[in-house]
């Protein structure tokens, strides 16, 4: 998604990214990756349980997931396993498909 900045911007798109890492471990991967979007911190790994990213608060890492929210908050897709080489063509699809 990195690499395709301009076209989810042209789309109406913000991408967000959530971590079990602290400010300053997301600041520190945003600049050496090029990570144009905001990286937020869940240490308390609560959003992660929430989300279905961890299935529960001791969990180490979270699991590599993505949703797509509509303006008025609602989830609108949901992809459980994302493969990072293949998940932004099949959204980008999924909402042309929605329209």
């Known amino acids: 998604?990195?690499?395709q900045e301009t076209e989810l911007r042209t789309r109406g798109v913000e991408v967000l990214g959530i971590s079990f890492d602290t400010v300053?471990?997301?600041r520190a991967f945003a600049e050496k990756?090029?990570?144009p979007y905001r990286l937020l911190c869940d240490t308390e790994r609560r959003v992660g349980v929430a989300y279905g990213a961890a299935d529960d608060a001791t969990a180490g890492?979270?699991?590599?997931i993505s949703y797509v929210i509509g303006e008025d908050g609602n989830i609108?897709?949901?992809?459980p396993k994302v493969k990072p080489d293949e998940?932004?063509?099949k959204v980008l699809a999924d909402l042309d498909a929605l329209g």
């Not at 609108?76 to 992809?79: D, E, G, K, V, W």
């Open 24 to 26: 300053e471990e997301n």
């Open 87 to 89: 998940h932004l063509e």
């Open 61 to 64: 890492y979270a699991k590599r």
């Open 1 to 3: 998604m990195r690499d």
């Open 33 to 35: 990756f090029g990570f």
């Open 76 to 79: 609108l897709l949901a992809y």
